[in-house]
């Protein structure tokens, strides 16, 4: 099967020819037709997050078709079509897993990270993790819903009943996530570089109220604000376009340093949390969820083999939406 590897953090991604996996008793084969690229793989990619196996396959935003069953998987069927997201496999018996905090296991492991991902024709996954795909979803729709629109809905649970939301980075979670707040009747103000006309009109045209430079106060106070864009500056920024009480979300699993900032704009109960992977129930009532809205993703799509041009259109800003590969079989 083809795929692209990582071998050395930093260097661009090669084209290789690898065997097609075989399933363990507890994991599926899984015939790729799409598999999202996403800001964590630039982090790994880039080396910013150093602890990848390698050589790896990255990808972590699968969506194909189970070709293969192990022994003792009873919940899929060749034939199915799932998906596979950013967590791929926990311990069960740590206090994060048996108090339903599975996101913060002490053993987990990650697709496209630890785990060889979906930059490729073929990949096994432990079934327990993959996700069925709602039926209305074709494949190159779906597979941002599996890390842009899994985790960016953990981010956006945590910031409750806020009605007054700040979008900090208007790329793929923020376009997805946007549709739900507007469905659920919530104000969205959308923050891109500066500069960013074309994010900015995006982001309007998704619904946007307000959207302008991230070094721009809003025009009224927010309620809660969540950052996106792996940038660590944008933490005081946020905390002072947000009201009393008011949270700020980093939903990044990779941010750069944040700056000192006076205590007074984390007073009055102002809240910086940090959101970590996700659950799997996260997963269920996102994709139930989805389709209610509808939730639709824009999507950039490159063939498997331009997956280096892919990133290097997400790494410079080009992208407004969500880039996909897609994984065409001879």
Known sequence: MRAMILDTPGKPLRVANLPIPTPNPQQVLIRIRACGICRTDLHIVDGELTQPKLPLVP???????????????????????????????????????????????DYAQFTGY??????????????RFCFPIPADYPDLQAAPLLCAGLIGYRAYRMTGNAQKLGFYGFGAAAHILIQLARYQGREVYAFTREGDSKGQEFARQLGAVWASSSEELPPEPLDAAIIFAPIG????AALRAVAKGGVVVCAGIHMSDIPSFPYHILW???VVRSVANLTRRDGEEFLTL??????????????????NDALDALR????NGAAVLVVAHD
């Open 59 to 105: 990808g972590h935003q699968i969506v194909g078709i189970i070709a293969e069953v192990g022994e003792q998987v009873e919940q899929f069927k060749v034939g199915d079509r799932v998906g596979v997201p950013w967590l791929g496999h926990t311990c069960h018996h740590c206090r994060y897993c048996l108090s339903g905090k599975e996101n913060l296991c």
């Open 114 to 127: 630890q785990i060889d991902g979906g930059y490729a024709e073929y990949t096994v996954a432990d079934a």
């Open 233 to 236: 500056a944008l933490v005081p």
């Open 290 to 307: 989805a389709p209610q809205v509808p939730i639709h993703t824009e999507v950039n799509l490159f063939p498997l083999v331009k997956a």
């Open 268 to 270: 009055e109960e102002r």
């Open 316 to 319: 410079s800003g080009k992208i």
